[in-house]
Nanobody, 116 residues
Framework: QVQLVESGGGLVQPGGSLRLSCAAS????????MSWYRQAPGKERELVAT????????RYADSVKGRFTISRNNAKNTVYLQMHSLNPEDTAVYYC?????????WGQGTQVTVSS
């Protein structure tokens, strides 16, 4: 059974940084691409970043390009999202996603709030 557990969110001031983590289990982590999504209040869930199996390719939403970095540690079955220069528009619940066959699996998410 696929399980995804996000952590690392919190309240941060504009211009600050946070590092999110997602611990994955129930599948061969190193064999699948991973993504981070976010959902702000009243908005649809949007794709933030994606990383391929060995981390050789990474893609980002235009809104976070140059500020966020996705990475993974296949030995720890964990994917990360390092976020810098945060602004209030980054406030959302952040979810990781495993590109495994079958139904979509989501964790509980981690709340990121950017406010002074």
């Amino acid at each position: 059974q696929v399980q995804l557990v996000e952590s690392g969110g919190g309240l941060v001031q504009p211009g600050g940084s946070l590092r999110l983590s997602c611990a994955a289990s129930g599948f061969t982590f190193s064999s699948y691409a991973m993504s981070w999504y976010r959902q702000a209040p009243g908005k649809e869930r949007e794709l933030v970043a994606t990383i391929t199996t060995a981390g050789g390719s990474r893609r980002y939403a235009d809104s976070v390009k140059g500020r966020f970095t996705i990475s993974r540690n296949n030995a720890k079955n964990t994917v990360y999202l390092q976020m810098h220069s945060l602004n209030p528009e980054d406030t959302a619940v952040y979810y990781c996603y495993a590109h495994v066959p079958g139904p979509d699996y989501w964790g509980q998410g981690t709340q990121v709030t950017v406010s002074s």
